[in-house]
C-alpha cells in the first residue's frame, strides 16, 4: 500500500476519535489567552501519542515535534489555533458549550482536532519520511497582539527552523469533503479604530447651549466613508466599517461625548499608513470644525496573510491528488483577518479552507454566529491533508 493511501486510511479509522476529540473540545472553550484546560488537554493528547512536547511559549502554547529519518534534513510547520469567543451558543447538540456565554464559533475546535489527528498519523509513519514536523497549537488568536506574535517573539519559528508551513481555517460556505486555496495574497490586515467625540451636553430642547458629540459623530461617521470610496485606488482591496455608535444620553439630553468604534481592512501597507493618517485628520478636524473634539486611538492589528505561490501551487496538487481536483476549489481574496499572517511572512506558507457545510442537516451558520456548527466528516478530511502536506512537504 502506497503512502497515499496508508494516510487515507489511517485518517478514515481515526474519524470516531476525532469526533470525541472534537466535541471535548467544543464543549470546553476558553476565551484568549485563558486556555489553561485547553492547553492541558492537548498535552494530554500528545503524551497518549508519543509525542515529545514544550510548554508555555505565549503562556499556554503546546509546541511538539516528531523527527522521521534523518530529522536535521528539514523542517515544516503545522499550526492550529485554540481560542474561543464570547458568544452564547444556540444549538441544542449534547456537544454544546458549557462554559456560559463562551463558544467555539470560528471552528478553533476543529483545527486542535485536525492537528492532533495530523499528529498521530504522521507519529505513527516517522519511519516512512525524512526530516522534522512541528506541531504549533497557539493560543488566542481572536484578541490582539495574537498569539502567533507572541509564539514568534518567543522564538517559536527556531531550533529547528520551519522552512515551510501549513495551516487552515474551516469556511461554512464549502461543502464537507472540500477544501479550497488561493496563492498569493489571501486575507487582509486588520486594525481597531475607536473615536471619543467629545463636545457639551445638555437638554435636548435647548440645543444653542450645547456642542452636540452626537450630531458630530454622525458627520464624522458619514464623512469617513469618502477615505475608501474617494481616496483608494479602485484595485486596491479596502473596507473601512464602523459597528459600535455609543450615545449614552436620552431623548432630551444630549450626552457630554460619544464613542465610535470600527475596523479597517486592506493589502497595502502604504495604504494601510495612509489610511490611518487620513482617519485621524478628518475625524480631527470635522470635529474641531463644529466646536468640538475627537480623540483617535487605532490600534494596529494584524498584517495581511499571504500564500506563498510556490508552496501554494504544490499544496493544491497535493489536495487534488489526495481529494480529487471536483474538491479543491479556488478562493478569492477575503476582508477577514488571521493572526497566521504573522507566520506567512515569515516563513513561506499555505494557509488553505476546510469544507464544513452541510445544507441537509441544517449545518449553514456563519463563522462568529451563536448556531455555527460543523459536519464532522471534515475531521476526516482536514487531517489526512494536513498530514499528507506535512510528508510531501519535507520532500519538495
Avoid at 463558544?103 to 498519523?121: E, N, Q
Avoid at 473596507?239 to 465610535?260: C, H, M, W, Y
Avoid at 505561490?309 to 489526495?322: C, E, G, H, N, S
Wanted: net charge negative; hydrophobic share 40%; proline share 5%.
Amino acid at each position: 500500500m502506497d503512502l497515499l493511501e496508508t494516510i487515507r486510511q489511517k485518517a478514515a479509522s481515526l474519524l470516531p476519535e476525532l469526533t470525541a476529540v472534537r466535541r471535548h473540545l467544543h464543549k470546553h472553550p476558553e476565551l484568549s489567552m485563558q486556555e489553561q484546560a485547553t492547553s492541558a488537554f492537548i498535552q494530554s493528547k500528545l503524551n497518549e501519542y508519543g509525542i515529545p512536547f514544550t510548554t508555555g511559549m505565549a503562556v499556554h502554547g503546546v509546541v511538539g515535534l516528531i523527527k522521521g529519518r534523518n530529522p536535521g534534513s528539514m523542517v515544516v510547520a503545522l499550526r492550529a489555533d485554540m481560542d474561543a469567543l464570547p458568544i452564547t451558543e444556540q444549538n441544542q447538540a449534547e456537544y454544546c458549550s458549557t462554559n456560559p456565554g463562551v463558544m467555539h464559533a470560528c471552528g478553533h475546535d476543529v483545527h486542535m482536532t485536525c492537528l492532533l489527528g495530523a499528529s498521530k498519523l504522521l507519529n505513527e509513519l516517522r519511519n516512512e519520511f525524512e526530516g522534522t514536523i512541528k506541531l504549533i497549537f497557539q493560543p488566542s488568536e481572536e484578541r490582539f497582539p495574537g498569539g502567533a506574535s507572541m509564539m514568534i517573539k518567543a522564538g517559536v519559528l527556531e531550533n529547528p527552523v520551519p522552512v515551510k508551513m501549513f495551516g487552515q481555517h474551516v469556511l461554512p460556505t464549502l461543502e464537507a469533503g472540500k477544501v479550497g486555496m488561493k496563492p498569493g495574497k489571501y486575507m487582509a490586515s486588520t486594525d481597531e479604530v475607536y473615536l471619543t467625540v467629545k463636545g457639551k451636553g445638555g437638554h435636548g430642547a435647548t440645543p444653542e447651549l450645547n456642542i452636540d458629540p452626537v450630531l458630530i459623530a454622525a458627520h464624522i461617521l458619514v464623512a469617513l466613508q469618502q477615505i475608501v470610496s474617494r481616496n483608494l485606488p479602485p484595485q486596491l482591496p479596502a473596507v473601512l466599517s464602523f459597528g459600535r455608535f455609543i450615545a449614552e444620553g436620552r431623548t432630551n439630553i444630549i450626552p457630554d461625548q460619544v464613542k465610535l468604534d470600527g475596523t479597517l481592512r486592506t493589502f497595502d501597507e502604504s495604504w494601510r499608513a495612509e489610511a490611518h493618517r487620513r482617519i485621524e485628520k478628518m475625524a480631527t478636524t470635522i470635529a474641531e470644525g463644529m466646536g468640538g473634539t475627537c480623540e483617535v486611538f487605532i490600534d494596529k492589528g494584524y498584517p495581511f496573510l499571504v500564500n506563498d505561490d510556490k508552496v501554494t501551487a504544490q499544496a493544491r496538487q497535493l489536495a487534488i491528488d489526495y481529494l480529487g481536483a471536483e474538491n479543491v476549489a479556488d478562493m478569492d481574496m477575503r476582508m477577514t483577518a488571521e493572526d497566521f499572517a504573522y507566520f506567512s511572512q515569515k516563513v513561506p506558507s499555505c494557509f488553505y479552507r476546510l469544507g464544513i457545510r452541510n445544507e441537509s442537516r441544517g449545518i449553514i451558520h456563519n463563522l462568529h454566529t451563536s448556531q455555527f456548527d460543523v459536519d464532522e466528516s471534515c475531521l476526516e478530511v482536514g487531517a489526512g491533508l494536513m498530514a499528507w502536506l506535512a510528508v510531501n512537504g519535507l520532500s519538495q
